[in-house]
């Protein structure tokens, strides 16, 4: 079996900029024959400049340059019903060519594919829906679900559930956690002690609205009006220019940066905000919806606490740990944690980004047919929804 890997274009401000090593360092690690199909990207500026999760050019351009590549290694029957195809991301420009071609083909040319949902219109903070482009994503979805051989891989128990609600027919597994390479992260930067580290909060997610940039901002607020509470630096990290799908934010983020209240650092590159956050001593979330977060199991590896939300995915990714997520939307719980979280790291630092570490491996059994208790078919598919993953 041959696995043939669709991979995302790379971001200097994202997580895509390293997502293709750390997917190569498990194939090669678990001893995976994999091929890379290639993609052009539309310029070298590694930046999202239209739209906010992905460039919006740069995605098109890329993804389907990246499905000529994959249809010519199909047209030449390299790839078969032995092998499979695994996509980084279910929206890829020109997807509609596979089941156009499959279901015209014999059954030995074939593959098995697996679909990575991210969010997409299922999920109802998503981008999508700022943009009035559900209407039409939602029947993309449903072509997808008619793909032969097709297989969604959900992130996490809660995204099961909008699928099913949404009435998905494919089968769904549950990989638990965003593709993560922890050895890789720790080697780009030294940890300092948290002892020695600033008495600093980062807020790592983007500024759009769906990460909730009001609630941190009136956080500080309340934080800083108590003369009780130690001193610290609340900072924002980007890895472009500060943006919002609602400008409101950045105005009020501009607003307290000038008043000496917040802290904004953009157009940083990686190892800029790993060094940022290795001299941290909290990240904290309080997204809507983040399905898991790259920057929590970057935090985690890197020895800062971290604070998010008991709500969606985060009780599941955090194994139910009630000493690092709040009740969601409670400024005073989320104070009091956080008062903690400053002064000692938490005991279970580092089990985040372990757990996160082998998400790949478990795409990897289910790909190759040992991951089946991941599957959330049938009726029960909410029974684990409480158990703690690791």
């Not at 279901?103 to 981008?127: G, T």
């Not at 996490?156 to 050895?183: C, D, Q």
């Not at 606490?305 to 990714?317: G, M």
Request: glycine share 6%.
């Amino acid at each position: 079996m041959k696995i043939f890997y669709m991979g995302l274009e790379p971001y200097e401000g994202r997580y895509t900029l390293q997502l293709q090593d750390w997917t190569e360092r498990a194939y090669k690690k678990a001893g995976v024959e994999y091929v890379v199909v290639p993609g052009t990207t539309i310029d070298d500026s590694k930046a999202i400049v239209t739209g906010q999760v992905l460039d919006a050019h740069g995605r098109s351009y890329f993804g389907m340059s990246q499905l000529m590549n994959l249809v010519q290694m199909m047209k030449a029957g390299e790839i078969t019903k032995d092998d499979a195809i695994f996509f980084e991301d279910m929206f890829q420009p020109g997807m509609e060519s596979l089941p156009y071609i499959l279901m015209q083909s014999p059954e030995e040319y074939r593959p098995k594919i697996y679909l990575r949902c991210l969010a997409q219109a299922v999920d109802p903070d998503d981008f999508v829906h700022v943009w009035g482009m559900a209407k039409w994503m939602s029947l993309y979805e449903q072509m997808c679900n008619e793909i032969p051989n097709v297989n969604i891989l959900a992130t996490n128990e809660e995204m099961v559930a909008h699928m099913r609600i949404a009435n998905w027919t494919a089968p769904i597994y549950n990989i638990s956690g965003l593709s993560f390479g922890k050895e890789e992260v720790q080697g780009r930067v030294a940890q300092k002690p948290f002892a020695e580290r600033k008495m600093r909060v980062v807020f790592g997610a983007r500024w759009d609205q769906e990460k909730q940039p009001g609630f941190f901002m009136d956080m500080i607020r309340h934080w800083q009006s108590n003369p009780k509470l130690p001193e610290v630096e609340f900072a924002i990290c980007c890895g472009g220019p500060l943006r919002s799908n609602n400008q409101v934010y950045v105005d009020q983020a501009r607003q307290m940066e000038e008043e000496g209240t917040l802290k904004i650092y953009e157009n940083l590159k990686k190892d800029e905000y790993y060094n940022i956050l290795s001299d941290s001593r909290v990240l904290f979330n309080c997204a809507l919806q983040d399905w898991v977060s790259n920057t929590v199991s970057e935090a985690d590896a890197l020895g800062t606490n971290v604070l998010f939300p008991a709500y969606r995915s985060f009780p599941e990714t955090f194994a139910n740990d009630e000493t690092r997520m709040y009740v969601p939307w409670s400024g005073r719980d989320a104070m009091e944690k956080l008062k903690k979280l400053l002064i000692t790291p938490s005991p279970s630092m580092g089990q985040i980004s372990d757990w996160t570490d082998g998400t790949i491996d478990r795409m990897i059994d289910i790909m190759t047919g040992k991951g089946e208790q991941w599957r959330r078919d049938g009726r029960h598919y909410r029974t684990p929804v409480s158990e703690s993953k690791y």
